[in-house]
């Protein structure tokens, strides 16, 4: 079992900026990708950004140019930098990590709003 913890999510102005953390515990030696989803209310969960163990990264086009995801192995941990933040970036950010299984974690609100 892995367990993941969330942290960093917050009510931004337009323009400003966040960085997530999502901290793996556990059984988390088998854990290869990491990286966050979104979902905003009314839509579906979609993917922002992820990052393999050997560092293979993937975005989201909406957030291209705007968000940096980084991993640090030895800790199990994964960040995501968000800058130029907009009002549709407003979401649940869940953390999830992949072995065998797919983990999430619990979530944490991202409000972009002047």
């Known amino acids: 079992q892995v367990q993941l913890v969330e942290s960093g999510g917050g009510l931004v102005q337009p323009g400003g900026s966040l960085r997530l953390s999502c901290a793996a515990s556990g059984s988390r030696f088998s854990i290869n990708a990491m990286g966050w989803y979104r979902q905003a209310p009314g839509k579906q969960r979609e993917l922002v950004a992820g990052?393999?163990?050997?560092?293979?990264?993937v975005y989201a086009d909406s957030v291209k140019g705007r968000c940096t995801i980084s991993r640090d192995n030895a800790k199990d941990t994964v960040y995501l930098q968000m800058n130029s933040l907009k009002p549709e970036d407003t979401a649940v950010y869940y953390c999830?990590?992949?072995?065998?299984?797919?983990?999430w974690g619990q979530g944490t609100q991202v409000t972009v709003s002047s």
């Open positions: 990052i393999a163990r050997g560092g293979n990264i």
């Open positions: 999830y990590a992949h072995d065998t299984v797919l983990y």
